[in-house]
């Protein structure tokens, strides 16, 4: 099966599959903002969800799908011109059903597939450091086999972490905690930002293997700056220790609280930021030119938003 090509006045039309999700809901509206036919693959009864709703009410097309069937897959994805995945899960999501996904681009004759890696640059990463971003170089050689253009979306830590699970900034003791080198620079990307940037690589046909951005690429000492900036307060900062000591942290969590069926257990977490401290899945070069009309929201930003509420 292939799709017929599109007339050059016919608005793109996008599948994204994971739109009821954080990033993929951002990444649908960012789409229909710059007129493009989005088709949201979604699993079967999901259309009383509020973002389903929001989406059809903005113009995009709901299509109910069977995660496990190529053929359902297939049938999806006709007619469209890039898939993008913002799926999250463990190895029966980030491979299985990716794997499935892009079968079935190949198979309707989608000329070009976005997966859902938008983090660190994990294909710089041994295995066994971070057992989320092993699934995605697992994804990667499948997704290598397919006669299809891909790109990877390189994104770093996502910065609206900073104010949530990612306990770096302590605001309570006005500390930054860290482990390891205070100097060592680190990629953040807000979630929006991600989203605006992976919907303009969807409408651009022209994109390499890998886009790396980074809203605000800052040491901790830069954070700090941020952080006393943001809240008007000056942070000190709290070195919690040496890497290898964060590694047999991680061990230890990992045994006493494993939580093997949970996407982000708090050793994942732990595994991404030994990953970032140890400089290795540091992105560069940053492509965060390409697409002039996106304004990157710096820390200080996001750290002043969380004081306001
Ligand atoms: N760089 C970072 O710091 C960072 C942080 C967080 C996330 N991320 C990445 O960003 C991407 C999107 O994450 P998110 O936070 O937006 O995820 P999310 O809000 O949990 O959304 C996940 C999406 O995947 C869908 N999904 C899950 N399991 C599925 C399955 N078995 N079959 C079909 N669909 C399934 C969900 O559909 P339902 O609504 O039907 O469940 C939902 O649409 C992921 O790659 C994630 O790892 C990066």
Redesign the pocket.
């Known amino acids: 099966m292939t799709s017929s090509p599109r007339s050059a006045s016919a608005p793109a039309t996008i599948a994204v599959?994971?739109?009821?999700?954080?990033?993929?809901?951002r990444i649908a509206k960012e789409l229909l903002q710059r007129g493009a036919t989005v088709r949201a693959l979604?699993?079967p009864d999901?259309s009383s969800?509020p973002?389903i709703i929001s989406l059809r009410q903005q113009g995009a097309t709901i299509t109910e799908v069977n995660?496990d069937s190529i053929i359902s897959l297939t049938a999806a994805c006709t007619g469209a011109d890039c898939v993008v995945?913002?799926?999250?899960?463990l190895r029966?999501?980030?491979v299985?059903?990716q794997t499935r996904l892009v079968k079935a681009a190949v198979a309707a004759g989608v000329p070009r597939f976005i997966p859902?890696?938008?983090?660190?640059d994990f294909t710089k990463l041994p295995n066994g450091t971070n057992r989320?971003l092993d699934l995605?170089r697992e994804f990667q050689e499948r997704l290598d086999q397919q006669p299809i253009q891909a790109t990877s979306i390189l994104?770093?830590?996502?910065m609206d972490?900073l104010t949530g699970q990612?306990p770096l900034v302590l605001f309570g003791p006005k500390r930054i905690l860290y482990w390891g080198d205070a100097d060592q620079p680190l990629d953040f990307?807000t979630?929006a930002d991600?989203a605006a940037f992976t919907a303009a690589a969807a409408l651009d046909p022209t994109t390499p293997r890998y886009l790396r951005v980074a809203g605000e690429v800052a040491s901790i000492r830069g954070v700090q700056a941020a952080a006393s900036a943001a809240t008007g307060e000056q942070f000190g900062l709290l070195r919690a220790g040496g890497l290898g000591l964060l590694a047999a942290m991680i061990k230890v969590t990992r045994t006493l609280v494993p939580a093997r069926n949970e996407?982000?257990p708090p050793w994942q977490g732990m595994q991404?930021m030994h990953n970032m401290f140890t400089g290795r899945p540091k992105l560069e070069p940053l492509d965060n030119d390409r697409y002039p009309e996106i304004r990157w929201t710096p820390i200080r930003e996001v750290l002043a938003k969380r004081e306001q509420k």
């Open positions: 599959a994971g739109a009821t999700g954080d990033l993929g809901f979604v699993r999901s969800k973002e995660f995945s913002a799926l999250s899960g029966e999501v980030i299985g059903a859902s890696d938008f983090s660190i989320n995605r994104n770093g830590m996502f972490l990612a990307t979630i991600t996407v982000f991404y």
